[in-house]
């Protein structure tokens, strides 16, 4: 797949990475610097480059939205025109020091986001997952037993989608039911964001909690 970032950082740098590594064609965008966008291109060792996000938007069947909540508006508005495409969200509504959800019990990010884009394929994926992580379970893929991540959205296609590169990182996909349901894994998320940050064992701690959780 064509599979373009729009947000460039400890998300969206390691998910594209991977996901070149697993074979996509890539495009990194949304960074301070295009010097930066190259470098993850170079280093990322498989079919990847560096664009704007107009140009990710444009290139790309699948979009993977990695940005603070606060750069939503712009991010969206330097994509452009997203009818039809899918967009998969690992972002969550933060509010400015990350502290607390901006959106929480009667709405989730997710849901705001495909508000925002009314005409989009919205999936929520990749946002219960500590970035630190990624590359340890995209490294053991190979293993019998595979950790699970959870997902949701309203359009299958885009689901499906979403489920395929959940795999290709070396998870597997729990569909979690309609976008409504970020609602519940939004929260779940900032609880193993705080277990990773704040408690003692840091980000694999909190990914072995999602991993109990998941397999109950
Ligand atoms: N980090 C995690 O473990 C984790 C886990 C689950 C969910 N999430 C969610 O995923 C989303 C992304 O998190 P992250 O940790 O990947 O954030 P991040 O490392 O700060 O990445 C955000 C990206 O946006 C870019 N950006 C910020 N301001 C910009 C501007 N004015 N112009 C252009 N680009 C700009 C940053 O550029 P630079 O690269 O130049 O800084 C960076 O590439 C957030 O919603 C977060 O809540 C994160």
Redesign the pocket.
């Known amino acids: 797949m064509r599979v373009g970032i729009l947000?460039?950082?400890?998300?969206?740098?390691k998910l594209g990475t991977i996901f070149a590594r697993a074979g996509h064609d890539v495009m990194f965008s949304?960074?301070?610097?295009k010097e930066?966008l190259k470098k993850l291109a170079r280093e990322a060792h498989g079919n990847a480059r560096a664009g704007t996000p107009g140009e990710a938007a444009e290139e790309s069947d699948v979009l993977l939205l990695?940005?603070?909540?606060s750069?939503f508006e712009?991010?969206l508005r330097q994509a452009g025109d997203l009818s039809d495409k899918i967009i998969v969200s690992?972002?969550?509504?933060?509010n400015a020091d990350?502290t607390a959800l901006v959106v929480a019990h009667i709405s989730s990010?997710a849901e705001e986001l495909a508000r925002m884009v009314p005409k989009a394929r919205v999936v929520s994926a990749?946002?219960?997952?500590?970035?630190?992580v990624l590359f340890g379970v995209f490294g053991a893929r190979g293993s019998a037993t595979r950790p699970s991540l959870v997902y949701c959205g309203d359009d299958r296609s885009g689901k499906r989608v979403a489920a395929e590169l959940i795999r290709d990182v070396g998870f597997d996909p729990v569909d979690a039911g309609p976008l409504r349901i970020a609602r519940y894994t939004e929260p779940f998320?900032l609880l193993v964001?705080e277990l990773?940050y704040e408690g003692k064992g840091g980000?694999h701690l909190a990914y072995r909690f999602e991993r109990m959780v998941s397999s109950r």
């Open positions: 947000g460039s950082g400890l998300m969206g740098g949304y960074a301070r610097s930066k990695a940005v603070h909540w750069r712009d991010v690992c972002s969550l509504p933060m990350d990010g990749f946002n219960t997952v500590p970035s630190e998320a964001a990773a980000p």
